[in-house]
């Protein structure tokens, strides 16, 4: 990057740059978190004297095989925004969740359909050892979470870009970001990427990838991680007693499926109707032409008719602004800092804590105190 763009993002003039480089400038904390959020790093990579190791989020651009330009800067982000949490929860003294995802070993799929058996195989043994039974999964990325995976959203990033990311790292340990879009209202995308990513996290197949949904996949580990989201957010079994108990469901197939019925299930199950209707195909309980029927209806329209109100399905990205406003609370870190990592300025900061009733612990003996309040 050049002096001049770096300032712009500092809000100095280009020669303020040029004298920090030179060690004739010293530099403020909240400069320091700027860098470091620009350069997605830690803060501690930027004051260690130690050569830092190769940054994930330029490992990750490295694999992108999209028509566009690498999604560097939303990598960079969400690289940044979990190395933040890493360091807040340092500062706060608050442990980590220990990683408890299950490692499973699997053989390198040779077919397509054995990558979907191993899918599927895999997706039964996750559910049986969370005692999910066959009911709807109501957030993967809440499972994730709870055993130890960094999660979050990955911003900034167009609708024809990738779905998610993956990878793991010796200080943060796995992380998945998923890409949340302005399209996505009922969370079926995002929900399926997450469950996508989660067959990697613990079959460890590869250490870093970035996620692309497409209806027709030749990576067979990624035809594997398709099959193991389909079935884990949709077992065969749950379907069948679904529609069964919607009276849908005759022998071994569902002859008929109205708008409603499809959004109803897509509500049920979590899931986009691209997945669902998918998944159905697949497991032979829907014939093409009715799936090919239900493929452009409205969506939003049927579900508004029908008083469907999605789940809410944004568990993602309430981490880092937690402890944000808990350090800020604590006055470990300037308002400025919180407001950054809360993705807001500093006005709407201070109005969101009025409207949270949060306010600073007041301690005449801390000298951190006055600094971060008195931004």
């Given at each position: ?16 740059v040029?004298?920090?480089e ?5 530099i403020?904390?909240e ?12 803060v ?16 990750l ?9 690498p999604?560097?800067v939303?990598?960079?982000r969400?690289?940044?925004e979990?190395?933040?949490e ?16 299950i ?7 040779r077919?397509i359909?054995?990558?979907g ?5 895999l997706a ?37 870009q990738?779905d ?12 998945v970001g ?14 399926f ?8 996290v613990?079959?460890?197949?590869r250490?870093k990838?970035?996620f ?10 990624e035809v ?5 989201a389909?079935?884990?957010l ?11 108990g919607?009276?849908l ?13 499809v ?12 997945a ?42 309430t981490r ?13 870190i ?9 993705g807001?300025?500093?006005?709407e ?8 009733g ?18």
């Amino acid at each position: 990057m050049t002096q001049a763009s770096v300032a712009a993002e500092l809000g100095l003039h280009r020669p303020a740059v040029s004298e920090m480089e030179a060690g004739r400038r010293g530099i403020t904390a909240e400069e320091l978190y700027r860098l470091a959020t620009l350069y997605g790093v830690a803060v501690s990579e930027i004051l260690s004297e130690s050569v830092p190791a190769d940054d994930a989020a330029d490992l990750l651009a490295l694999r992108y095989v999209g028509g566009a330009a690498p999604p560097v800067v939303a990598l960079r982000r969400f690289v940044a925004e979990r190395r933040a949490e890493f360091e807040l929860e340092a500062m706060l003294d608050l442990p980590h969740p220990p990683l408890s995802a299950i490692r499973r070993d699997a053989p390198s799929p040779r077919t397509i359909k054995d990558a979907g058996n191993q899918g599927e195989n895999l997706a039964r043994l996750e559910r049986r050892q969370l005692d999910l039974g066959t009911g709807p999964v109501a957030s993967v990325l809440h499972i994730l979470a709870r055993q130890g995976v960094r999660i979050g959203p990955l911003r900034a990033l167009p609708t024809d870009q990738i779905d998610g990311v993956y990878f793991e790292s010796s200080d943060l340990g796995p992380c998945v970001g998923v890409n949340w879009r302005d399209g996505d209202w009922t969370g079926g995308r995002a929900a399926f990427t997450a469950a996508h990513e989660y067959a990697h996290v613990i079959l460890r197949d590869r250490t870093k990838e970035l996620f692309q949904l497409v209806p027709v996949e030749r990576d067979l580990q990624e035809v594997r991680a398709n099959a193991f989201a389909a079935a884990f957010l949709m077992p065969e079994e749950g379907l069948r007693q679904y529609f069964a108990g919607k009276g849908l469901l005759r022998g071994q197939a569902l002859p008929h499926l109205a708008p409603g019925d499809v959004v109803r299930a897509m509500d049920f199950f979590g899931v986009s109707r691209t997945a669902l209707l998918y998944r159905l195909r697949n497991l032979a309980l829907l014939e093409q032409s009715v799936a090919a029927a239900l493929a452009d209806f409205s969506v939003a329209a049927v579900a508004l008719a029908a008083g469907i109100a999605f789940r809410e399905r944004q568990y993602i990205g309430t981490r880092l602004p937690e402890l944000a406003i808990h350090a800020w609370r604590t006055g470990l870190i300037t308002a400025g800092r919180a407001a950054d990592l809360c993705g807001i300025d500093l006005a709407e900061f201070r109005t969101l804590m009025e409207q949270l009733g949060e306010r600073q612990e007041a301690d005449e003996d801390d000298p951190l105190l006055g600094a971060a309040a008195g931004e």
